[in-house]
């Protein structure tokens, strides 16, 4: 079985160091780079169709990132033949129906493991579970870095932009990391896992996220003192046919499993009528870890399973209700709503989510977080 792959970043590298030598049936033949400089290695090249239209690689690994040219290389492989893996999020979570729509037409296999959880086993599980019974709901810690800065600051009392540029400096944090605090990465891998839970194609753009930008000490403070904790957390549920997804923090009851999830680990959760919750947690970005994932796919590769039918879906974030937790200077716009309302944070009445995004469209520099039942 011969590999192309597309990217030799961190998770391509990964993928490298696990096959090179250790899997006699699977040789990676060619690595599209961007630079010949990269390195010596004869298999590097900067011709991606080198390796697209190549007819001996069986298995296009793509681990580029970013939304082009990526999908169109992903799509150019099923349409060439070829089976396709990609840890790339953000691209599927934009493309998912039209790639897996373009494997099916050509009798090939699109995974994608690595796209939600690092090497957390959850899309494995995910189709797992089906075999059996209709996952109703997930939620999760998705992202890393978030859940480092939260961590930190609940347990030393740093402000946000410290405990920033300490994730940085660790390897944690981009250096521009909007993706990860604004909530964008969590809302790709709910786009992902409602797509692999409920067969549902949602639009990533439809998806509220509320990330930790402008969270305060002070708000921090506010959990403890009742006593919770707050947690970025990406949540999807199917109710009668309706699927709700969305990303926000959330002050969780200190009791609830997700507070012990520390550092940069992540914890993702379904659930089903026979399984009740089943939870699932580890390392949830990184070279190996990440690669590692990519690699089970590849192993996985002959097995396409059962064909899956796809559709589009609307986000019912009007179903969604709950009471929310609101700090920043100008919270006039809450006022209306709030249930109390205080020298720089208001509590809301139950409200629907659907009529707190509209809040949060007209508001500027404010810290929201749902506070748990």
């Known amino acids: ?36 400089s990269e390195g010596n290695d004869p298999r590097y090249t900067t011709d991606a169709y080198q390796i697209l239209n190549d007819p001996r690689i069986d298995i296009v690994i793509e681990c580029m990132g970013g939304i082009e040219p990526a999908f169109t290389y992903v799509k150019t492989a099923l349409e060439n033949g070829k089976h396709a893996v990609t840890s790339n999020k953000k691209m599927l979570s934009h493309h998912l129906k039209e ?9 090939r ?33 998705m992202n890393g870095t978030t859940n480092y800065i939260l961590s930190d600051m609940t347990g030393s009392g740093a402000d946000f932009n410290e405990t920033l ?25 709910c786009c992902i896992s409602a797509f692999s839970a409920f067969h549902k194609a949602v639009d990533p753009d439809d998806i509220p996220h509320f990330g930790i930008r402008h969270l305060k000490k002070s708000d921090i403070a506010y959990a403890k003192a009742d006593g919770r904790v707050i947690k970025l ?3 999807g549920c199917l109710n009668e046919e309706k699927l709700s997804v969305w990303v926000m923090p959330v002050m969780l009851r200190g009791d609830d499993p997700m507070c012990l999830v520390s550092s940069n680990l992540n914890r993702i959760e379904l659930s089903c009528r026979t399984l009740g919750t089943a939870s699932f947690g580890g390392q949830g970005a990184g070279s190996l870890p990440t690669a590692h994932a990519v690699v089970q796919d ?5 097995d396409s399973g059962i064909p899956k039918t796809w559709e589009t879906s609307d986000n019912h974030i009007e179903t969604v209700r709950g009471t929310y937790y609101v700090s920043g200077r100008d919270l006039s716009l ?18 629907s989510l659907q009529e707190l995004s509209a809040l949060m469209q007209n508001s500027h520099d404010v ?7």
């Open 334 to 351: 809450f006022e209306p709503v709030s249930a109390e309302c205080h020298d720089g944070w208001v509590l809301t009445h139950e409200m």
């Open 1 to 36: 079985m011969k590999i192309g792959l597309l990217g030799h970043g961190v998770v391509g590298r990964g993928v490298t160091e696990i096959i090179d030598g250790h899997f006699p049936q699977i040789t990676v033949s060619s690595i599209l780079v961007k630079d010949l």
């Open 233 to 235: 957390i990406g949540r």
């Open 165 to 189: 540029k300490e994730a940085q400096k660790l390897g944690y944090a981009e250096a521009d990391p909007s993706d990860d605090i604004d909530g964008n990465d969590v809302a790709y891998k």
């Open 298 to 302: 590849v192993l996985s590769i002959e």
């Open 99 to 107: 790639l897996t729509d373009t494997a099916e037409a050509n009798h």
């Open 109 to 141: 296999s699109l995974r994608f493991e690595a796209s939600c959880g690092g090497c957390i086993p959850w899309i494995h599980e995910l189709e797992r579970t089906q075999r059996i019974d209709e996952i109703t709901s997930f939620r999760g810690i």
């Open 367 to 373: 810290f929201v977080c749902e506070v748990s039942r």
